[in-house]
């Protein structure tokens, strides 16, 4: 098992359930295997603030695991650059991304995804935060943390 950070694995960091129904490979290379090790090192920060462990549904995906489950065209999934997850042991999704918010944690994109996942983005190397917040669920996409 290779360790991307204290937490994190990077079995854990390219699950996709999608991608192994396909029998798809979802590897990281280069610059995305670079962003994922960083962002598995600011996902350590999000674990320690929670005391509770991560559960990962979502990290680096290649371009075509991307396309298979419908993601954006420049998801930042696709750069190692963000991470779809729940924090059951602390509380629900909407609680998670508060908490984040309130620490002082620095991200590019915070996301509550259909009541159910928290969506994390982080920029990339020497580029500004956006520190945007969005929420998303049957009626759309709404700034805010809904």
Request: net charge positive; with cysteine.
């Amino acid at each position: 098992m290779t360790q991307l950070s204290k937490y994190f694995a990077l079995s854990e960091m390219t699950v996709s359930q999608s991608a192994a129904r396909r029998g798809l490979k979802n590897i990281p290379f280069g610059k995305q295997l670079d962003n994922l090790r960083s962002t598995a090192e600011k996902m350590d920060a999000i674990r320690e603030m929670l005391g509770h462990p991560v559960l990962v549904s979502s990290g680096y995906r290649n371009a075509e695991v991307n396309a298979l489950v419908g993601g954006s065209k420049t998801s930042a999934h696709m750069q190692g650059l963000s991470v779809d997850f729940t924090c059951p042991g602390y509380g629900n999704p909407l609680a998670v991304a508060r908490a984040i918010l309130a620490s002082g944690i620095e991200f590019d994109q915070l996301i509550h995804e259909f009541g159910s996942w928290v969506h994390i983005g982080f920029a990339e190397p020497g580029k500004p935060s956006r520190r945007q917040l969005l929420t998303i669920n049957k009626r759309g996409t709404q700034l805010g943390l809904l």
